[in-house]
Structures are given as structure tokens and as C-alpha cells.
């Protein structure tokens, strides 16, 4: 049983998943088994970070000074002032420094609060530029019906890259330290090794490949393959202007994926970055099965037009809005709570302490039931599938996957959470009997 080389309540240097980045950050635990220490930042975000990810303040202030020291000696021919000084330069060099300091703790307290805004914007504008490249293609009269034309020669390409990335993470994994290997991918069986993944966050120098693949390429690709549907359903059916049923799907489907890259920091804390390795399983999910299976509806619409009356138009935008309320009033709460329980945004709600010292909400939407995220996103789902009408199961393939995913998900969870709080889990469950749906148990 490997030991903790950081104890509880010891203040470190923790690197921000993602970059290079160290900020001072205070341990909460260790679980054994995941290898993984909870941390806390200075401003209330808590992280699950690698042995590999942790130092502590000595040697990375040790580290600061060589680095510093290197950099000096390296500046040629600088010439050395004095060391002599007046008693009123001694003064002044002491309040320089003293503001340098105090310059230097603000920038510190700066860049922890501003890391999750610099993801948030250079995620967005990712997208920002995707809709200009797209925007320029359609001026420049590109036929972007293309993608639907060749779908299968797209499919199958975008399965040829996740097989080679796939082989190349798995290959390279074999020279990763111990610290860099995912808890759940190293079983000693090569297949099962290869789909889970071996490395836990794969780097080629500071980029991140995991992060990038988690959401950019799949959710980019699935607005524009949507997007490509809609100007085929216009070509296939000599339409002038696209359907309500295919404008309903592109546009809520598309508030989920803007919604996804401006809340993308809170992927920091999901089970695919802090405890699955990058395999086979996530970068077929993330580059093929997103972007080709999602656009399910879209796709359908293009050879079965469905005509949508006032009424179902009003009901659809009406469940759309709705499922994303849910969906994101219970992550945003959730993300709060964790960040900092004492903000009065969440400071009302009823908990239940717990022995890890953690406490679990029991009132507002996660006192209704135990994931209404999960409600939310299912919700939406129905409303993303019923423009396409009830003349074949393609467009609720979606649906049932997901709801199939949720279900599995949760049960999963409910293990997992039985397991760390203990008596505590089964208060909860006393307190919020229901599980996704409400009056389902």
C-alpha cells in the first residue's frame, strides 16, 4: 500500500491541471487506492492532483532560485554596481522591496483567480473562430452538403485517427513514470489497458492532450456537422430557408456546446480528467462517437423532413428551456458549493455533514433529487429528438444512450459516494430518496 508523502493539513505547491502552473494549495486528503491527494486553492476551489503534480514550498522555492540564479549568470557582460549604500538608499531599496513583495502576492492571487477566466476565453473564442472560418466557407459559396454526401468516408477517417493517436498513447505510456499512470488503466492486460487508457494526462511539452480532445474537437465538429445538415436539408428538399425542426436541433444543440466551452474550467473536477486514463475508450468518444452520433437528429431531418405546428414549436422551445434551467442552476450550485460552501449564493442550502469533512446539499434542486443535472440533460435530450417526429428510432438514439449512460453513471456514483461517507450516505439517501426522476426510486 503506497503511502502519503504529503500529509493532511500541509501547505504545498500544486500544479494547475492543464499547464505549468504551481500555486500554493493546502491538502485535504489522500485516497489510497486513486493515488490522488484533495486540495484546496486559495481562492475555495478544491482539485484531486497526482503525487507528480504536488511539491512542496522548499523545493519549489529552491527550484525558483536556481532558476533566478541561472538566468543571472547567463546575462553577459552586465556590469556589477556597488554594494555600498547610503543609509537613505538602504531605505528605499527596503520599500522597494517591500512592494515587491506585495506586488508579486497580489499577481499570485490574480493568476489563481484568473486561470479558470483565461480557459473560459480561449475556449470560447475557439469557437468564436470556428463560426468565422465556417462563416467565410459559406460566402466563399463552399458546399458544406458535402459532409452529408460523404458521411461514412468521414466517419471512418475520423475512426483511422483514433486508432493511430490511440496506439501512440499506448506506446508511449510504457516509458511514463508510475506518478503518471491513471489508477484504473493498468490492470496488466493489454486490451483492457489499451480501451481504458495507461497515462493519466498524456503532455507533449505543455500541451495537454487529454484536456484539448475532452471538448474542442468532438463539440466543435458536432455544431459543424449539424450545421452542414441544415444546408443539406435545404439542397436535398429546395427549401429557401431551413425547417423549424431542423433550426430547433442546430440551435439548442448548439447552446449545449457554447454552454460546455464557457463553463469548461468545471472539467477539472469530472471523473474523465482526475481518474480515467486516455485511451482508446475517451479519444473514440471524444473524436468519433461526439461528432458523428450526436448529429443523429440533424442528420435524420435531412431525408424526413417533419412539419412542426405553432404549438410544438412553443412546447419544444418551452422543454429545451426548462432542461437546460435544471441542468445548469444544479451544476452551477454544485461547482459553488465546492468551490466555497460560505458563498451566499449557496450558504442557505441544507446539508449533511460528513466524516471526510465534506457536506452533502439535501435542499433546492439537489434536495428534489439526487443528480437534477442529470434531469436536466435528460430533458433536453427529449426536446433535441421530438422535432424529428415518431416514424423511426434513429433520432432517439441519442436519448437512449444517454439516459442508459445517466443510469449507469449513477449507479456507479451511489457506490462510490456509499463507500466514502458512510453512515452519512445513507442519511442522504433518507433525506432525498429519489435518484433522477422524481417518484422513481
Known sequence: ????????????????????????VKVLSYDNKARLY??????????ELKESDITSLTVFKQGVARSRSRSRSRSPGRPRRSRSRSPARTSRRSSSRTTDVRKEKLKEVLEVRLTPVVIRLVCFYALLLTAVAVGVAVYQEVDLSYIHAHFLQFYTSALLIVTLLSVYLFVRSRWASEDELAPGGNS??????????????PRIKNFDIKFFCEMRPGLMGWVLINFAMLQAEMKHQNLENPSPAMLLVNIFQLLWVVDGFWHEEKLLTMMDIVYDGFGFMLTFGDLAFVPFTFTCQAYYLVSHPNELSLFWIIT??????????????????????RKNP???????LKTIPTATGKSLIVSGLWGWVRHPNYLGDIIMGLAWSLPCGFNHLIPYFYLIYLITLLVHRNARDERQCRKKYGSAWEEYCKAVPYRIFPGIY
Open 188 to 201: 496488466g492486460y493489454i486490451i483492457y489497458d489499451f480501451f481504458m487508457g495507461r497515462e493519466l494526462n
Open 342 to 348: 460560505s458563498d451566499p449564493a449557496v450558504s442557505h
Open 38 to 47: 484533495t486540495v484546496i486553492y486559495k481562492d475555495g476551489t478544491e482539485l
Open 316 to 337: 419544444l422551445i418551452t422543454m429545451n428551456g426548462v432542461g437546460y434551467y435544471i441542468f445548469r442552476k444544479a451544476n452551477s450550485q454544485k461547482f459553488a458549493f
Open 1 to 24: 500500500m503506497p503511502t502519503a508523502r504529503f500529509q493532511i493539513g500541509d501547505t504545498v505547491m500544486g500544479r494547475w491541471p492543464g499547464s505549468n502552473l504551481y500555486y500554493e
